[in-house]
């Protein structure tokens, strides 16, 4: 798999600091998934904690399936 263009460190903070919006996901350019994560606010900050998980686990894809890698 190949690494994504997108910044790691950027992907992290965002999904910290404004992952209830779904951030993470508009920056990682996962449009759709953000704009349901924007409307169900995170699912209460389930989803954020789970996709923070993932993040920091190096597995977090951008919208063309590449890996977000640190």
């Keep these: 798999m190949y690494k994504s263009e997108k910044s790691w460190l950027v992907t992290v ?25 924007l409307l169900t606010a995170g699912t209460c900050g389930i989803w954020q904690l789970i996709d923070f998980i ?3 686990c190096g597995r977090f894809e951008d919208g063309d399936g590449y890996l977000i890698k640190p």
């Design 13 to 37: 903070l965002l999904c910290f600091f404004l992952g209830y919006f779904g951030v993470h996901r508009f920056y990682a350019g996962r449009v759709f998934s953000g704009v349901i994560m």
């Design 54 to 56: 993932i993040i920091l």
